[in-house]
């Protein structure tokens, strides 16, 4: 049966403002699966944002949404779930957004282990001011603010978010759109910071520059360049020449969860009274 | 038996023309018809649900009973 995904847009809200082919609607469209299924309640979802093309979705999302500065949807989600520990805090934005300047709150969040779900859009690009290279932007790549190719080497944001301390770690791509939900369904009920990255398209700022010459190709690459972690596992070093792993990375349920630590601290401090 | 043929709801107002669903539906069903998506044949359409799921623009529905 089709998928009801009215009950979580807003009414009016559609089309939503993304270019043709862009794949920020797969990954919304992915999330509010993940919702549905885990049959979160509106009144107790908040969906957190930045700014940028990615950091748009929670305009169109029917629950608690805050639509905050740019790169700072860590810290005011950290605000939200430190005054509301048991609501269910998703910060949704771009490789922009998160990686160069949100880059600190981002792993800050990490290391504190904070119960929230960071879904980060990486489409190498800063898309929504027109181009120019990202953190994320892979080397020799073409962005507005690097015609002759980007110098610098890319982050890995999966390694950045274990680096960091995240306790939950998974990548998905807009191709495989049926594991999006599955992979945000799976870091929502994690207990602690969990990272999911999607590796996505910018048909408009990216792809054209970089000889893309359709979103149909952009998304065959995102097919070819995934390999799924248990597949790696029995592939040599040259297969995996130029691969990025997806599904889930990395998990640690034995770390602690920081309001868990943080309601200790208040009892303790009710105590010393 | 007859195959059961899903029916499939295409909303102009939403699809933006970008293609995605007619290069990966595995059947062949869809087309594109001027700047929309548009059934070509839904015989053969097997009901796997991958033009709604990839459709960025919620603009695909298919509708089994
Ligand atoms: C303080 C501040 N600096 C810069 C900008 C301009 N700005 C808006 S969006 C953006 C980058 C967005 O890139 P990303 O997060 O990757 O999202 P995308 O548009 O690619 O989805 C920038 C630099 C801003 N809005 N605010
Ligand atoms: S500019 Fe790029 S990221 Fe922004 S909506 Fe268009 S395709 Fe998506
Ligand atoms: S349901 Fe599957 S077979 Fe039918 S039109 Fe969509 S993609 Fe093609
Ligand atoms: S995938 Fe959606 S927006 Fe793209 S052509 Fe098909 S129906 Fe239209
Ligand atoms: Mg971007």
């Known amino acids: ?273 | 038996m007859e195959k059961k043929l899903p029916k499939i709801e295409i909303i102009e107002k939403y699809c933006k023309g970008c293609h995605i669903c007619v290069e990966f539906c595995p059947k062949d069903v869809l087309e594109m018809k001027g700047f929309y998506a548009s059934v070509k044949n839904l015989e053969a359409c097997i009901s796997c649900m991958q033009c709604e799921l990839r459709c960025p623009d919620f603009a695909i529905k298919v509708i089994t009973e």
């Open chain 1, 1 to 273: 049966m089709a998928f009801d995904y009215d009950k979580w847009i807003r009414p009016g809200k559609l089309p939503h403002i993304w270019c043709p082919g862009c794949g920020h609607g797969i990954v919304m469209k992915g999330l509010i699966r993940a919702m549905d299924t885990l049959n979160l309640k509106k009144e107790e979802t908040a969906v957190v944002s930045g700014i940028g093309c990615a950091s748009r979705l929670p305009g169109y999302i029917d629950c608690c949404t805050l639509h905050t500065a740019h790169g700072r949807a860590a810290a005011f989600a950290t605000g939200v779930k430190m005054a509301k520990p048991e609501m269910n805090v998703i910060l949704v934005g771009g490789d922009g957004d998160g990686t160069a300047i949100g880059g600190n709150h981002f792993i800050h969040a990490c290391r504190r282990n904070i119960n929230m779900t960071y879904i980060i859009m990486n489409n190498y690009i800063y898309g929504m001011t027109g181009g120019q290279f990202s953190p994320c932007t892979p080397t020799g790549h073409k962005a507005s603010t690097t015609p002759y190719g980007n110098p610098d080497p890319g982050f890995d944001i999966a390694k950045l978010a274990i680096g960091a301390g995240a306790t939950f770690v998974a990548r998905g791509t807009a191709f495989h759109a049926n594991q999006i939900d599955k992979l945000i369904a799976e870091a929502i009920q994690h207990k602690g910071f969990s990272v999911v990255e999607i590796l996505d398209d910018c048909p408009t700022t990216y792809g054209r520059r970089n000889k893309y010459k359709s979103v149909i190709e952009m998304m065959n690459r995102l097919k070819d360049v995934a390999v799924p972690v248990k597949a790696a596992e029995k592939m040599t070093a040259e297969q995996l020449q130029g691969k990025v792993l997806t599904g889930v990375l990395y998990k640690d349920e034995t770390k602690p969860e920081y309001t868990a630590e943080y309601a200790k601290v208040i009892e303790r401090a009710q105590a010393a009274k």
